[in-house]
């Protein structure tokens, strides 16, 4: 455990380093070395063994206080990079391209989600309603109906 932490501190610092060298902010570095030691790129390789990267969600949240502190450290990292001058500069151009990022991305996932459907309905369909659960329970609509009809007098 204490080498996998050793290891991916490392890797975000040298990740970090040559963030800078091609002129990306460290905070890029940081989430890249994040997703690529995470569970869901070398842990599925499973390296994990070997003290590269986190095997499973379970591993990662054991390190729950010290990932709260990171998050603490990235946002300080983006904060300290913020520059309201630039902000200023840039204004009517950062809003557009703010607004016109959140417009596509919900027409993407909108036509993802259609492309599903009609690929899969049977699953999207049910996941749409609330009738499969990621737990892989059933909705609390059809596990809680009573069999017979209540009476009421």
């Known amino acids: 455990m204490l080498i996998c932490l050793s290891l991916a501190l ?3 610092l040298l990740m970090s380093r040559a963030a800078k060298a091609v002129r990306l902010p460290a905070v890029t570095a940081y989430l890249l070395t994040g997703l690529l030691l995470g ?3 070398l842990g599925r390789l499973g390296l994990s063994r070997f003290g590269f990267g986190f095997g499973s969600l379970v591993a990662v ?3 729950g206080i010290l990932t709260q502190v990171a998050l603490g450290f990235i ?3 983006i ?3 913020f520059r309201l001058s630039a902000l200023k500069h840039m204004g009517r151009r950062a809003v557009t391209v703010g607004i016109a990022q959140a417009v596509i991305t919900t027409a993407l996932v909108d036509i993802a ?3 599903l459907h009609f690929a899969r309905p ?3 369909s049910l996941v749409a309603a609330g009738e ?3 737990e892989g329970r059933t909705s609390a609509r059809v596990e809680n109906q009573p069999e017979a009809p209540v009476e009421l007098s």
């Open 10 to 12: 490392i890797a975000g």
């Open 79 to 81: 904060g300290n990079e």
């Open 39 to 41: 569970p869901f790129f």
């Open 113 to 115: 989600l259609v492309a």
């Open 75 to 77: 946002a300080f990292v």
């Open 61 to 63: 949240e054991g390190y």
């Open 132 to 134: 499969i659960r990621p």
């Open 122 to 124: 049977d699953v999207i």
